[in-house]
Nanobody, 128 residues
Framework: QVQLVDSGGGLVQAGGSLRLSCVAS????????SGWFRQAPGKEREFVAA???????????YYADSVKARFTISRDNAKNTVSLQMNSLKPEDTAIYYC??????????????????WGQGTQVTVSS
């Protein structure tokens, strides 16, 4: 069982930056895939970014095309945290952002990842 608490959202002007953080409970979190989704008003929840652990101890990262080169996902296993650094924000990035985690992750198509554990969400608003 994993519990996630995400934070860091806020109001920022277009072109600005925000950093989201997610703290997880659970001693095996380092072995979990973790990441971020977002849901804009009137739209379905969509995949943003994820990181997963491999047997070789390497962490792989995945991004939605819409955020590549602007967002960076990172994790600190010692602190059980996963973060999302968001730069060059655009008004279309406005959404509620959710941290997510699951023991399993399919790298075939990261956008179809369906994690079992979710944070409560944090609002990101980008003004034009």
């Amino acid at each position: 069982q994993v519990q996630l608490v995400d934070s860091g959202g806020g109001l920022v002007q277009a072109g600005g930056s925000l950093r989201l953080s997610c703290v997880a409970s659970g001693r095996t979190f380092s072995r979990y895939a973790s990441g971020w989704f977002r849901q804009a008003p009137g739209k379905e929840r969509e995949f943003v970014a994820a990181t997963r652990w491999s047997e070789g101890g390497v962490y792989y990262v995945y991004y939605a095309d819409s955020v590549k080169a602007r967002f960076t996902i990172s994790r600190d296993n010692a602190k059980n945290t996963v973060s999302l650094q968001m730069n060059s924000l655009k008004p279309e990035d406005t959404a509620i952002y959710y941290c997510a985690a699951d023991p399993f992750f399919s790298s075939t198509d990261a956008s179809t990842w369906s994690p079992a554990y979710w944070g409560q969400g944090t609002q990101v608003t980008v003004s034009s």
